[in-house]
C-alpha cells in the first residue's frame, strides 16, 4: 500500500495522476471510508474492494434514479456498501449479500462507523442461495453486482428478476484486465464476456461499459 487510499491492486486506465486528481476533487474520503481498508486489511481480507472514484460513481447513481432500495452482491468490508447508502434517498435500505461471516462482521463494523447501520442488512450466505429469497421482497431501483464472476450471468438474470423498469444494474470488474478482449479460456473470463454480450444484447437492457479502473458497467432496465 502506497497510499491510504489506495484500495486494490486492479488494473487502471488513466495515469495515477488523473486518478488521483479525481479522487481529490470529486471522491474525497471520510474518515469512516478512509478506515474501512486497513480495517479489513487488519482483520485478512483481500485488498479488492472498489475505488473512491467507483463508490463515488455508484453514490451518484443511487442519487441521480432517487433510489430506496438497492442490492449488492459481494459485501467483502462494506466499502461500496458504504458510498452507495450514502446515496440513497431518506429511509432507504441497501441489502448486501456475502458468503463469508468475517466479511460480513467487518462490513457490520464499517458500516457503524459510517453511520448507515440503520439502512443497511447484510445477508450471509451463498448469492445464488440468497437471491430467491429476496423475490417476495418490493423491487430494487439499484443493483451492484460484485462477488463471484463466474456467477455474474446468473446474478444478471436475477437482477432482471427483482428489478422494474428505471432501475439500474451495475457490475464491476468488466474488463477482467484486458482478458475479455483476449484469447484467454479463463472460466471467470468467459462468464465475464458472456455478462457483458448479454448486458450488450438483451432487449430489456440499454447499457454501457465505462472504462472506470477495471471496468464498471451500467445498465438501464427498458420500460415494457
Ligand atoms: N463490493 C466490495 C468487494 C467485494 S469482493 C467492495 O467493493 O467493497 C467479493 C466478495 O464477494 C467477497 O467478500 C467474497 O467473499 C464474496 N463472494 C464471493 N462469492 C460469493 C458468493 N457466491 N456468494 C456471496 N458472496 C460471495
Ligand atoms: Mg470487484
Redesign the pocket.
Known amino acids: 500500500m502506497t497510499k491510504g487510499t489506495k484500495m486494490s491492486n486492479e488494473v487502471e486506465n488513466y495515469p495515477p495522476s488523473v486518478r488521483d486528481y479525481v479522487r481529490q476533487h470529486f471522491a474525497s474520503e471520510d474518515e469512516a471510508l478512509r478506515g474501512i481498508g486497513p480495517a479489513a486489511t487488519a482483520a485478512g ?2 485488498s ?3 475505488g473512491p472514484e467507483e463508490g463515488r460513481y455508484l453514490q451518484l447513481t443511487a442519487e441521480a434514479i432517487g433510489a430506496r432500495r438497492a442490492l ?10 458504504v458510498w452507495i447508502a450514502r446515496g440513497l434517498a431518506p429511509g432507504g435500505l441497501l441489502v448486501t ?4 461471516p468475517r ?1 460480513a462482521d467487518v462490513a457490520r463494523r464499517s458500516f457503524e462507523r459510517a453511520g448507515v447501520a440503520d439502512r443497511t442488512d447484510i445477508r450471509v ?4 442461495e ?1 437471491l430467491p429469497s429476496l423475490e417476495s421482497e418490493p423491487r430494487f431501483d439499484l443493483v ?1 453486482i ?3 464472476k463466474t ?1 455474474y450471468p446468473d446474478y444478471l438474470d436475477w437482477a432482471l428478476r427483482l428489478t422494474r423498469p428505471g432501475s439500474v444494474i451495475a457490475a ?1 470488474n468488466v474488463f477482467r484486465r484486458g482478458q475479455v478482449v483476449a484469447p484467454s479460456d479463463d472460466p471467470q473470463v468467459e462468464a465475464t464476456r458472456e455478462f457483458n454480450r448479454r448486458i450488450a444484447a438483451d432487449p430489456r437492457l440499454e447499457s454501457t461499459l465505462l472504462p472506470l479502473r477495471d471496468g464498471m458497467s451500467f445498465s438501464v432496465v427498458r420500460a415494457g
Open positions: 481480507l483481500p479488492i474492494s472498489i449488492e452482491i459481494g459485501t467483502l468490508g462494506g466499502y461500496s456498501g449479500i456475502e458468503m463469508d466479511h450466505g451463498r448469492a445464488l440468497v451492484f460484485d462477488a463471484d456467477e464491476h
